[in-house]
């Protein structure tokens, strides 16, 4: 009996940590970053690229975005406890790899049909176009939200350790 106690009680802790992790300003960054490839379909800030047969890539990149970005969130709590020394510079580094994955994913779409051409001339139609896209530029797409996700949350886990520490001390 006293070790289920023991086990719920540590779980309603790591929900409460969770918690308050997820407060932080950084922490509500993380997880708006999180589930803005859901509102693509809404106001398509980022637009998906369709193909001329009118598929949408999104119904294959935004769940997939969603749930990676996801993963960094719950990876980097789960892991809160081996937090690096240099979590602000590791945030810039990825802000930065984000910022490349965006402009990369942007020029792709830009230079798309030179690109196609230089790539596959024999066949150069667009029924290839919807598999070149999933495999060449919505990894991109997805990196950009992981790598955004990934810095706000190592902040998220700063401001949180912060945190700790001083409701610990008082």
Do not use: H
């Amino acid at each position: 009996m006293e070790r289920k106690d023991e086990s719920e009680e540590r779980r309603g802790k790591e929900i409460r940590d969770f918690i308050q992790f997820i407060s932080t300003i950084w922490g509500s960054l993380a997880t708006l970053t999180a589930i803005f490839p859901l509102s693509g379909k809404l106001f398509e800030v980022i637009p998906l690229p369709v193909d001329a047969y009118e598929r949408s890539t999104a119904p294959i990149a935004i769940p997939l975005t969603t749930l990676v970005s996801l993963f960094v969130i719950f990876y980097s709590f789960v892991q809160r406890d081996n937090v690096i020394i240099n979590q602000t510079r590791r945030a810039k580094i990825f802000f930065a790899l984000g910022f490349v994955s965006l402009a990369i994913f942007f020029m792709l779409d830009q230079f798309w049909y030179p690109l196609r051409v230089w790539l596959c001339p024999e066949r150069c139609d667009s029924t290839t176009d919807y598999r070149m896209w999933l495999v060449m530029l919505i990894p991109f797409y997805i990196a950009f939200f992981a790598c955004v996700t990934c810095a706000f949350t190592m902040l998220a886990l700063v401001e949180f350790k912060r945190r700790s520490t001083a409701a610990e001390g008082a």
